[in-house]
């Protein structure tokens, strides 16, 4: 039989061929993609900054004006809306947006809500606070002047604000913090900051120079502060509210103590800041006591730091005010200095007692306020031979700010 040609064999696989495995046409849903890595929270990002309105208020959620491509990007770029959130994803992955890493599921609404929060646990309320007020300020003035409210402002528009400022009388630092708020703004928003102006910067060095400002606050001393607790039980109603503010002017001076590290702020405000009854700790022989200062103006991440007051002779020893407060205190969790009704005490009570009690021994209150007791503690220090070093660590000074604080008195120079 005649035979056919051979069937032609089929070249061998390469052994890099063998490796390789086969490649589907199917496209994996994925939380993340190749081409793009977070399309999902670009999407979100997009709709929430054409969503969300602008607002005046540093406080609120972040300012998102139409603004072209071009000027936030550089030619070419196509991402539109807010360039504070457009720059926030650009570092953005599905993972950190929730314990759901499938993007499609997070709501415009919820991705607003948590970058507020961020932005706002971003600075302490109190800060937040002077921002605002800045603002409000800002715009007062160009609608009384008659100026656009238009935003970003202009540099013309702040040096305005500023020299009308100087004119009211306003200090360098007032202007500064309102400045700042202005400038916090501005970068929320990725947009050109007016406040690193050159004759902005040099009209502040103007007026910190020309406008001194002298601190006209006294520093109690260990007399005066002996004089204000012996006062207390003709200025207070009660021999409870007598134990408590013994303790509370004591503890102020010795500890160095900023008066938000101490109580509430307000009625309304959170206790979170104010020294707890879980922070104060004697020690067995009544030597001392430890108190664990939780926050602070300096520590507003919540590090903590511990304190050690040691007894002293006299009325105003710490320890033994202390103690004897805490004896007589209702038997409850919350702030450690409240009243007999279980209410904390606020600052307002603070100033309004120590203002009572100045009085009622013919001081002038206006040279004494609750930052009096800080002065005359790191006075005292100093005077007593105590480091700068250790003034600035019991005072929780993070600068050499501490030296404002220390008022020697001309008489010690003499000798």
């Known amino acids: 039989m005649p035979r056919g040609k051979p069937a032609r064999k089929r070249p061998a696989a390469s ?16 939380g993340r993609s190749t081409a793009n890595p977070v399309p999902a929270v ?62 499609r599921f997070f709501s415009n609404h919820h ?16 800060t937040r606070l002077a921002y605002k007020t800045g603002l409000v300020e800002f715009d007062h003035f160009r609608v009384s002047s008659g100026l656009p409210l238009v935003w970003p402002p202009s540099d013309q528009h702040i040096i305005q604000f500023i ?6 009388g306003l200090s360098s630092a007032s202007v500064r913090t309102y400045l700042s708020g202005i400038s ?26 020309l406008i001194s400002t002298t601190d006209a606050r006294l520093p ?39 008066v938000s590290e101490l109580v509430l702020d307000s009625k309304k405000g959170s206790s979170s800041h104010a020294m707890d009854v879980s922070s104060i700790q004697f020690f067995q022989d009544n030597s001392a006591v430890k108190i664990y ?48 009704d279980r209410s904390p005490l606020t600052r307002y009570q603070f100033n309004a007692i120590l203002k009572k009690s100045l009085s009622c ?18 006075t005292t220090a100093s005077i007593n031979g105590i480091s700068d070093g250790q003034i600035k660590e019991l005072g929780r000074w993070e600068s050499r700010a501490y030296k404002r604080y220390i008022r020697i008195p001309t008489s010690k120079l003499l000798h």
Do not use: W
Request: charged share 20%.
């Open 361 to 378: 021994i013919d001081v002038d209150i206006k040279k004494y306020k609750s930052h009096s007791f800080r002065i005359g503690g790191a």
């Open 111 to 126: 991705f607003q809500a948590e970058f507020n929060r961020l932005i706002q646990g971003s600075i302490a309320p109190n």
């Open 293 to 340: 200062v939780a926050h602070s103006k300096t520590d507003q991440l919540g590090r903590g730091v511990v304190l050690i007051l040691p007894a002293v002779e006299g009325k105003v020893c710490p320890v033994k005010l202390l103690k004897q407060y805490s004896m007589l205190r209702p038997k409850m969790e919350g702030s450690f200095f409240c009243h007999f």
């Open 15 to 30: 052994a890099s061929a063998k490796r390789q495995p086969a490649q589907s046409t199917k496209r994996r849903h994925t």
């Open 220 to 258: 109690i001393t260990p007399a005066l502060l002996e004089r204000l607790i012996n006062v207390l039980p003709v200025v207070c109603s009660s021999l409870y509210e007598v134990k408590l503010f013994s303790a509370v002017f004591s503890c102020s001076y010795f500890g160095l103590f900023r």
């Open 42 to 103: 670009e999407d979100n990002i997009n709709a929430v900054s054409n969503s969300a309105p602008a607002t005046n208020d540093a406080t609120d959620a972040v300012c998102t004006p139409s603004l072209d491509s071009a000027s936030v990007n550089g030619p070419g770029s196509s991402i539109q809306g807010s360039t504070a959130v457009s720059a926030f994803s650009d570092s953005c992955t599905p993972g950190r947006l929730g314990t759901n890493t499938n993007t």
């Open 184 to 209: 916090f703004k501005c970068k929320l928003q990725c947009t050109r900051d007016p406040t690193q102006n050159f004759v902005v910067k040099k009209l502040l060095a103007g007026m910190s120079r």
């Open 163 to 168: 020299v009308s400022c100087s004119v009211r």
